[in-house]
């Protein structure tokens, strides 16, 4: 009971205070008119600021505020009229006559005078114990304008007491803190708590996202009660994750002072605000203390068929290894999202054969409306010969950076319809699989078109005994992610089928750890130590791959050391390699590995001295503050020296989150018979195949076979030409963050970052009988463009900031093995070349009546190549394989 008398006594204390006329927030006098001066300011820069100073202006002016009413009965329910007048517009910082935008134009000429007319019209302010309840102005006035005066009214919102409070003022619904100490009043706006009516989309991936960091601090200074100032501040600092240079900050700055007071207008009369305000003016209306959206309309911008036609050339095939192609893409995405369907029907109609793949992939990435029904009714998906632009404009749909869900039933209906290929029916549901993800991500999981394709995926491996079509199912599984599909990579994990154990185990590796139970690891278990069945090598090896990368246990790494000694050939090499390597990079797995090979039954030289060719190695890309790329790359041949698999990865972390950069897999089997070799155990029947599968951005793509069957293999091998084949080639959207900020001051932040990749990933594999020679090559050619643009725009004056970074760069992955000899030699090559890096800031300003000032800086530098570093031993090999005196 002690405690609810204590709350019940300090609520009579409360209404006390209260009874006394203790202030709520600040008042006014009657017959009293209050003269402040009043300065809001935008500035635009990078976060360290630059020397040529800031874009942005500053507005000025005098505020005359006065109480028309106040409530008998509450001295903190008023009615406060305010006028704006003198107002003056200049630049935030010091610059020459040709810098500044402003020079010789006054006020009129750069509002209008229809805008500068409703600027200073007054309007009125209904104040009830600090918070603002509405503001009467006119529907007529210019959103813009309008915006302006919410944005000096919220400045008047303040309470004087300590505490938290949900306040709603013209930047949203907020939980504002206030501290209160003997003559001053501090607000603080949690800013990531506000409610705002444009929430905008980012980036799934907090690895090719941005991040934002903003504050915002009002302090007041008080004088018997009412505002003698305030001074507030507003900062938005907006970077990309991987490369924290490439950024912007915006801040805003809103300064109000009383000069004075005067005598002014009594109060007037009426029963309530509504009424006294219909007195004054019968037009007057309640316009709501949040910001108005506005829209803001680009004179003099080309048409998108325009734009198109001054970037054709840039999206040229040729062009796909340079930065323009995607610096091209990213300002074709921009058009696009503003066009109609009609008008982006018309260029995916005028564009040429060449270019048109590169159209689809801008088109579908500008994820709107019309980009989406201009692409359904340009594709004919019963047509078998369409298939590449099919197949990139479903890639460019997995790649999505905030799918709807009417994109996942438009692929949906695409596969209830007639599909003219099966390698694009294939397609269809594996990206399916990647946009139920995506979804999920966004909290979107139970939407009705989500629920339908994750049950039919869910469903699909049982549902038919076609080898092709249960593969399908499960790459979409994989590309889910869904924790419904476990038991089901569990089970396909111990199939007599080779290739669905290989993806189901690949599946589980992708899962969080914690997902993984006491059966799924049995399973894996039970695949890796041949418990029921015998198995391929590249099942044993994606088997062993899930027990380390899944939390094992210290039985689980012995028993994984006692088999060395009794696997395949080669097979213990892949093994102990990958064990060397685990304790080497210092993974999570590598703790309780060190544990037990201090065991000599398991750690032993009898084990750890197998030799072979088979390896597994890891290294660093890159380290920086930002990001760290890492790669790995695992190569396991048959016993006759002909490659198993080839795994190549490479991993971006950043901000506490990992992305699947990239996986390039080469597998090949039954290829004994080429050299009279005998195959590994459990090999003996396996037809002949090689094929590679690409994993790119977290998103599997349908695998690309080389050849499959015996008489197929011995017709490639007699055309072989020695050139890759492609893999994946087009435009890819990586980051894609829109949002619009609204400031305290009524001024609105547009801000935009995309970042865009020009990639071409290809892979080959020769194999000359005459010189008993194989090589497995993956090329990887790319070009990325990040760009970040600011903008406040108010349409008479306008101010921008964008900054840039783009580099072109190339990848390249050899394998050669001479089998003329044994143990054969073999030797990899990972190669990265001298590559450009530039970076670009440009500041703007312009005038309605299109006079503007531009400013711009950059610099270029160049990254030396160089040869990734493996292990010693290749290194060693790689000698004996190129040089000519061996």
Known sequence: MLPVVVLLLCAACSGSASA????????????????????????????????????????????????????????????????????????????????????????????????????????????????????????????????????LASLLQLQLNTGKVIENDVSGRCTVEYKAVKGQVTRTKILETCQTAEPGFTTHSKVLGVSRESSSVTVFTLDDGFIRSAVAEESHSVAVNTRSSTAAKVVSRQTLTLLGKESGPAEAAGKDVSAVVKSIDAKLAAVGIAAEKVKSECKGCPSLFEHWQAEQKQLEPTSLSKATAPRSFLALIQSIRKASKDEI??????????????????????????????????????????????????????????????????????????????????SVVIIM?????????????????????????????????????????????????????????????????????????????RYDVGLMTSEVKRTVNRVYHQNLRIYEKNVRAAAADVILSSNPSYMEVKNLLLSIGHLPHEMNKYMLSKIQDIIRFNTPASKVMQQAMKDMISHNYDRFAKVGSSSAFSGFMAQSADMTSTYSLDILYSGSGILRRSNMNIYGASKGSVLHGLQVAIEAQGLESLIAATPDEGEEDLESFAGMSALLFDVQLRPVTFFKGYSDLMSKMFSMTGEPMNVVKGLILLSDHSEVIQLQSGLRASVEFQGGLAIDISGGMEISLWYRESKTSVNNRGALVVSGNVTVDMDFLKAGLEVSFETESSLDFITTVQFSEYPFLVCMQMDKTTFPVSERLTKYESLSSGKSVVSRKGRKFLIPGSEFPLHQENSNMCKRVFDSSW
């Open 20 to 151: 006394k006329g203790a202030a709520a927030g600040p008042r006014l006098n009657n017959n009293q008119l209050y003269k402040f001066s009043y300065t809001t300011e935008v500035l635009l820069d990078k976060p360290s600021g630059s020397k040529e100073g800031s874009a942005g202006y500053r507005i000025s002016s005098d505020v005359h505020a006065n109480l028309v009413w106040r409530d008998p009965g509450n001295k903190d329910d008023q009615l406060i009229q305010l006028a704006v007048s003198n107002v003056r517009i200049e630049p935030v910082s010091d610059r020459p006559e040709k810098k500044n935008v402003l020079h010789g134009a006054t006020t009129e000429s750069i509002l209008g005078k229809n805008n500068l007319d409703a600027l200073t019209k007054p309007f009125f302010l209904h104040l009830k114990s600090g918070k603002t309840k509405a503001i009467y102005s006119y529907w007529a006035e210019p959103a813009t304008i309008k915006n302006l005066k919410r944005g």
């Open 345 to 426: 029907l018309k260029v995916l109609k005028s564009a040429s054969k060449t270019s048109l793949p590169q159209v689809v992939d801008a088109v579908t990435s500008s994820q709107t409306p019309a980009s989406l029904d201009a692409m359904l009714q340009f594709l004919n998906f019963t047509d078998a010969k369409g298939l590449v632009l099919q197949e990139r404009f479903l890639y460019a749909c997995g790649f999505a950076s905030h799918p709807s869900e009417r994109v996942l039933q438009a692929l949906l209906d695409i596969y209830k319809g007639k599909i003219g290929s099966t390698d694009i029916k294939e």
């Open 433 to 509: 699989g990647a946009l139920v993800h995506k979804l999920c991500l966004k909290g979107e999981c139970d939407l009705p078109t989500v629920v339908q394709v994750k049950k039919m995926i869910l469903e699909g491996p049982d549902s038919t005994k076609v080898e092709s079509e249960v593969q399908m199912y499960l790459l979409a599984l994989k590309n889910s992610l869904l924790p419904e599909a476990i038991p089901i990579f569990t089970k396909y994990a111990e199939s007599e089928v080779g290739a669905y154990s290989t993806i189901a185990l690949t599946a589980l590796q």
